[in-house]
C-alpha cells in the first residue's frame, strides 16, 4: 500500500463561514492522508467550497470548474468535488451539466467528507449527496487551521430571519447553536496551541443560545471565554441590529479582551427599503442602537454591509443611505449591488420591470456609496488613529520585502478596531501573535501605517 500523503486543494468563494467550512475540510481530509496545496495544478482531489449569495459569486464557481475540467482531461484520476452553499442550492443540477464533477456535497453533510473520498475511490462512481438539515446533534468536526494566530470558531449556524432578497436561509437552514461545553474545548486547546484571537462565527451570533435547553446567552459565551489564558482578543461575525442589547453592549465595554469592534449590518439606511427588506428595524432604532455603543465605547469600530439598486430603491433611498453612512461614521462597509436570487421575493419584484433598477444604474450607484465609504473610513480612522499608540497583534512577517522599498522586515497585523497595520523596519526579534506597540505615521481608508515605539 502507498502511504505517501495525497494533496488536496480547496477553492473558497464565500464569507468568513465558508473559509471555516473549508479548514473543517482540511481537518476532516487530514485523517485520511490528505495534507492541503496551494497549486490546483498538483492536487490528486480539488474541491470548490462555493458561495451563492449573488450570481457573480456562482459565476466565478462556473468559470473555475471550466479550468478544472481541463486539468482532469489531462489527468483522470485527480478528483473534483462542488461543496458548499452553491452546492445545497444547486449542485445536482451542476453535476448532470458538468459530468466531470465526482463528487457533489452540501452545507448540512460536510462531516461526512472524508467517507464520500473513500466511497468514491472504492466505487469509482461519481454521486450527489445533498441533505435538507443539519443532524440535530450538530457533528464536531476537527479543523486544520491556516490562519495563525487567528482562529474562527463557530458557534451557531443557520438564519432564522427571511431578508426579502436573501438565499441564505435555505442553503444554511435554521439557525442551530454549537454546545457551549464543545466552543470552550475548542478554544481553550487553541490557546494551548498558541493561538491568540477568536472569531465566533454564524450568520447571527447574537442570536446565539436561543434555540438551547438552558439559559445561556453570546453574553455569557464571551464572558466564558474571556476568562481562557493564552486568548488574547475576541470577536464575533456577523451581528443581526436586532439583538445588539445593553447586556451585550455592557460586556463588551467592560471585558479588555473583547475587541471593540461591531459589524452589525444596516443593508440601507432608508426606511421604506428596510421595510421591503425585511430587517426588522429602521434607522432609528440602528442610529440609537449606535448611540447606545459609542456611549460606552466612544473609539468603537462599527462596520456595516450595504446593498445598492434593491428593487423599487429610488434615487432619494439611495442618498438616504449614503447620508447615513456618513453620518454614523462606520469604520468600513461592504457594499453590494442587488442580486436577485431564485425563490426569494424580493427577486419576483425584480421581475417587474418598473421596479428594478437597470444594471447600468446599479454600477453608478455603488460607484458613489464606495466613494462615500472612502471617504467616511479614512475620517473615522483620523478621528481614532492620528497619533496614537495602538496595540497590534502581529498576523504576517514579511522577510524578503524586495530592498527597493527599503523598508527592511514589514509585518502586518490589526488594531483592536480590526484595522490593518503595517509595521516597517523592524529591528527587534518579532514572532506571530505578539501584540506589540505601533506608534501610527499614516492613516487612510484602508490601513495604518507605523513603526515599533
Ligand atoms: N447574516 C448577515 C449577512 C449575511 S450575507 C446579516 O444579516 O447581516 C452577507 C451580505 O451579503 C449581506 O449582509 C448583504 O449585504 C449581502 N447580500 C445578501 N444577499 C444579497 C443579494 N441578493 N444581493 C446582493 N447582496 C446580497
Ligand atoms: Fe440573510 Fe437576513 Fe439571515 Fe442575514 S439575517 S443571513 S441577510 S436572511
Ligand atoms: Fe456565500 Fe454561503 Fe456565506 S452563500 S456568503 S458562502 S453563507
Known sequence: MNNKALKCYIKTYGCQMNKADSERMFGLLHKINYIPTEKAEEADLLIANTCTIREGAADRVFSN?????????????????????????????????????????????????????????????????????????IPETPSFRQNFPCAWVNIIFGCNFNCTYCIVPSVRGREKSRNPKKIKEEIIELAEQGFKEITLLGQNVTAYGQDLNEKYALVNLLRDIHEIKGIERIRFLTGHPRFINKELINTIAELPKLCKFFHIPMQSGDDYILRKMARAYNSKYYLEMVEQIRNLIPNASIT??????????????????????????????????????????????????????????????????????????????????????????????????????????????????????????????????????????????????????
Not at 99 to 120: C, K, Q, S, Y
Not at 348 to 365: A, C, F
Open 304 to 453: 456595516s454591509d450595504f446593498i445598492v439598486g434593491f428593487p423599487g430603491e429610488t434615487q432619494e433611498h439611495f442618498e438616504n443611505t449614503c447620508k447615513m453612512i456618513k453620518e454614523i461614521e462606520f469604520a468600513s462597509c461592504i457594499t453590494a449591488m442587488y442580486s436577485p436570487r431564485k425563490n426569494t421575493q424580493a427577486a419576483k419584484w425584480e421581475e417587474n420591470l418598473e421596479l428594478k433598477i437597470p444594471e447600468e444604474e446599479k454600477k453608478q450607484r455603488i460607484n458613489i456609496i464606495n466613494q462615500v465609504v472612502e471617504t467616511t473610513a479614512e475620517n473615522f480612522a483620523k478621528k481614532i488613529y492620528e497619533n496614537t499608540i495602538q496595540k497590534i497583534l502581529i498576523e504576517k512577517i514579511n522577510e524578503e520585502e524586495p530592498p527597493f522599498r527599503g523598508l527592511g522586515v514589514l509585518a502586518f497585523g490589526r488594531t483592536d478596531g480590526g484595522k490593518i497595520c503595517e509595521i516597517q523596519n523592524i529591528n527587534i526579534p518579532i514572532q506571530l501573535g505578539d501584540i506589540i506597540d505601533v506608534k501610527i505615521k499614516d492613516i487612510n481608508a484602508w490601513k495604518l501605517t507605523g513603526n515599533i515605539v
Open 65 to 137: 470548474l471550466g479550468r478544472w475540467k481541463a486539468l482532469k482531461k489531462k489527468n483522470p484520476e485527480i478528483i473534483i468535488a462542488l461543496g458548499g452553499c452553491l452546492g445545497q442550492e444547486r449542485g445536482s443540477e451542476i453535476q448532470k451539466r458538468m459530468p466531470f464533477i465526482d463528487l457533489v456535497f452540501g452545507t448540512h453533510n460536510m462531516h461526512r467528507l472524508a467517507e464520500f473520498v473513500e466511497n468514491l475511490k472504492q466505487k469509482r462512481q461519481s454521486f450527489c449527496e445533498l441533505i435538507e438539515e443539519l443532524p440535530e446533534d
